[in-house]
């Protein structure tokens, strides 16, 4: 509801044509308002609008507006009012009732009045809204102009904003082709970037693969060179204890050798005390037997000596009672001649005879002391005696306690000194043992296989295996022959190049040398007690260590060694030196025998790092081979294959009965120390492992008695 006065807000569809109407065409449209205007009972600002445009000739929309009017004490404030005052019906009390009728109608002409005035009031209201809203349209319309000028300003700024604008939108739409020609160019390039990164990735990958490779290789390496490094320092140490237990070996040997021949000197000095002891003490019991009888005839003297001394000393005891009986009778008798002296009453003759038996008592008794002295002397000489023989007896005792001791002392000795030389005698068997040994050396080629085998036997410090060990079975069997041995050695040295068989020791080496004769005439043969015998082989007897070292020399210079890219001075061939010892020992009627096979084997070497060719080549396939035949039955035996393959090849062959039999058998293992050569190294190293773990059966002393057959025998 609005009340004069009050702000009626601005209808926008108010024109500048309503504008300017005057009050009666305000009226007349009212009118064709109310016709036509609506029921807006609800509507609220526009509503009041629709009730101005009405007019007051629509007494709803005056009602809806709200404005509620008191005139004469009657109120309009809506629609239903003057509707309600519109549809009064003037009834008087009855139907001639005029003046109540009469009165009603001044009341209801009152209130159509109040109504009139309030529709004028309501008018004048709008009037004044609508000076209002006209002088507000003019402002507004100002406004507008302002605004329009404002805007034709803006349009016109716009405009040149807006060439502005062309300008720059040609501008940059030329920049735009520009960058857009760029941007194809920056494409292709981006696709080729991307298609060099696509590449870039895939070779990336590849690198990583690469390098993921060449980390698990350079890691396998790393583990192999610290195992080989390991190896290395594990083999270093076990060759410096090798070396130390060879070189206390040797000095055991020596001493005990000196040990034994001094002891064999103090054995037999001790054997001729024994035997002089033995003289002595034989003439010491002669002499303690004749003591013995010395003494017993002491003692039977001694018994006849006390008892006699015993007899004296009763007879003595006797004459010391007679005496004191005779002593006591001279004493009454003199008493008694006193008292006949005093009475006088005896005669003279009386007295005479007493006196006569006085004096022979007397002398009785002194008879009897005499004879008594001379017992008291026998017995008193009788004792010295006793004492003499006792003293005599004692001495001889003593003598025969001593020699007993001496006797014991010496027995102690010669027990002592036949431990010693059985002690002497283990330790040569310990040896012995230790020699009787199959030795091969096993590695690439130019790891030092014949360096370790031969080494240099004229430089003393650069001896090798073989002159070492030579020396060392010559010096123990010179040794022994003061225990009453005696050995007899024959060597001989053999190659096997190209699967053949050489005799190194032949006296004229054929050059033209003809393989088919050298495979039947070399013919390895191996008896049911596991002798071998190879047919034609130079057997040559030794006795000292310079017959072996010229031996020695001359297999040397016959040997096939050739320059290959590994070593300047290649074995070509398997060598194998070969001793057999047999032993006798007179005195005991003993007999020992071994064979020391002592071998240098060629080196396995990778044909492509070798660059073997022609019959170098043929050399490398066929030492290749001999060692893939040797590892394979070192597998075998290891597996305890019922199969061993030990005719595969000749070398094999040739030492079955020192890997299969009830031989001892060493395998040296030589590595080059050279980075390039670790693989092959690792392959030895395998390969030693695997023949570490092999155990080729018990060894068995070859001793036996008189009239043996040789363990080995060649034709
Ligand atoms: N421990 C060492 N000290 C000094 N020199 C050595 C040693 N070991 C090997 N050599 C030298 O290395 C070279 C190759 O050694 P050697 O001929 O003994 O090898 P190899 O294993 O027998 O080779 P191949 O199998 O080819 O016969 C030789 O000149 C040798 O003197």
């Not at 569809?13 to 109310?34: A, C, F, H, Q, Y």
């Not at 690439?444 to 240099?456: L, V």
């Not at 005799?503 to 040398?513: E, G, K, M, V, W």
Request: aromatic share 4%; proline share 2%; hydrophobic share 30%.
């Amino acid at each position: 509801m609005y009340s004069r006065g009050q702000n009626i807000p601005r209808a926008p569809s108010t024109t500048k044509e309503n504008l300017d109407e005057t009050p009666m065409d305000k009226r007349r449209r009212i009118t064709v308002g109310k016709m036509v205007g609506p029921n807006t009972t609800n509507l609220r600002p526009r509503q009041v609008l629709s009730a101005v445009n009405v007019g007051p000739a629509d007494p709803t929309s005056a009602a809806n507006s709200d404005a509620g009017s008191t005139v004469g004490g009657i109120e309009f404030s809506s629609r239903e009012d003057v509707e309600r005052l519109l549809s009064e019906k003037i009834k008087g009390k009855f139907k001639t009732d005029l003046k109540g009728k009469n009165e009603q109608m001044i009341e209801y002409i009152k209130k159509l009045k109040a109504c009139i005035r309030w529709f004028m009031e309501l008018e004048d209201g709008y009037l004044l809204e609508q000076e209002k809203l006209r002088s507000l349209s003019e402002a507004e319309e100002k406004r507008h102009a302002e605004i329009e000028t404002q805007m034709k300003i803006n349009i016109e700024e716009l405009n040149s904003r807006i060439e502005d604008l062309q300008g720059q939108c040609a501008s940059l739409q030329e920049k735009l082709s520009r960058e857009e020609a760029e941007k194809l160019a920056i494409s292709k390039s981006f696709r080729e970037e991307a298609e060099a990164r696509v590449a870039s990735d895939r070779l990336r990958a590849s690198l990583a693969e690469e390098l993921e490779r060449t980390t698990e290789d350079l890691k396998r390496n790393s583990d192999q060179i610290k195992l080989l490094q390991d190896t290395n320092k594990r083999l270093q140490e076990y060759n410096t204890s090798l070396q130390q237990y060879n070189s206390n070996l040797q000095a055991e040997s020596v001493k005990t050798g000196e040990a034994i021949s001094k002891m064999h000197t103090e054995k037999t000095a001790m054997m001729e005390t024994i035997a002089s002891l033995r003289d002595h003490t034989n003439l010491l019991k002669s002499q303690l037997d004749s003591s013995r009888s010395s003494q017993q005839e002491a003692i039977k003297l001694k018994e006849e000596l006390r008892k006699e001394v015993g007899c004296l000393r009763a007879e003595l005891q006797q004459v010391r009672d007679d005496r004191d009986h005779q002593l006591s009778q001279v004493q009454s008798l003199s008493i008694e001649l006193a008292n006949y002296k005093e009475l006088t009453g005896k005669t003279s003759k009386e007295l005479d005879t007493i006196t006569t038996t006085r004096t022979t008592l007397e002398a009785t008794c002194s008879s009897q002391k005499e004879r008594i002295q001379l017992l008291e002397s026998q017995v008193e000489a009788a004792n010295e005696k006793l004492k003499r023989a006792d003293l005599t007896a004692i001495e001889v005792m003593t003598e025969y306690e001593e020699q007993k001791n001496t006797i014991k002392v010496l027995q102690n000795r010669v027990i002592d000194a036949d431990i010693q030389i059985f002690e002497a005698e283990k330790l040569r068997k310990k040896l012995h043992n230790t020699i009787l040994v199959c030795i091969f050396a096993y590695g690439q080629t130019g790891s030092g296989k014949t360096y370790t085998m031969m080494g240099q036997p004229e430089a003393s410090e650069q001896k090798g295996l073989i002159p070492r060990s030579l020396e060392q079975i010559f010096q123990i069997s010179q040794s022994l022959e003061s225990q009453g041995w005696k050995y007899k050695m024959q060597a001989s040295m053999l190659e096997i190049y190209n699967e053949t068989i050489r005799d190194l020791l032949a006296p004229i080496r054929s050059s033209n040398f003809d393989a088919t004769a050298a495979h039947s005439k070399f013919a390895i043969k191996h008896d049911s007690n596991g002798n071998t015998h190879v047919s034609d082989l130079t057997v040559v007897d030794v006795c000292s260590i310079k017959e072996v070292s010229f031996l020695l020399r001359q297999a040397a210079q016959s040997r096939s060694v050739g320059r290959t890219q590994m070593n300047e001075q290649s074995s070509r061939s398997h060598f194998v030196f070969t001793l057999r010892i047999s032993g006798v020992n007179e005195s005991t009627d003993q007999h020992v025998q071994g064979v020391l096979n002592l071998i240098d084997l060629a080196g396995s070497e990778r044909l492509a790092k070798s660059g073997s060719t022609g019959d170098r080549l043929k050399e490398t396939q066929a030492i290749n081979k001999s060692l893939s035949a040797l590892s394979d039955v070192i597998f075998a035996i290891a597996k305890k294959d019922d199969h061993v393959p030990y005719r595969n090849s000749k070398l094999t062959y040739l030492l079955q009965p020192c890997l299969g039999g009830d031989s001892k058998t060493l395998m040296f293992v030589n590595i080059s120390p050279e980075v390039s050569s670790a693989g092959e190294s690792i392959c030895s190293l395998r390969f030693a492992a695997r023949v570490n773990s092999c155990e080729i059966g018990i060894p068995r002393r070859q001793t036996q008695m008189r009239s043996l057959d040789s363990r080995l025998s060649y034709g």
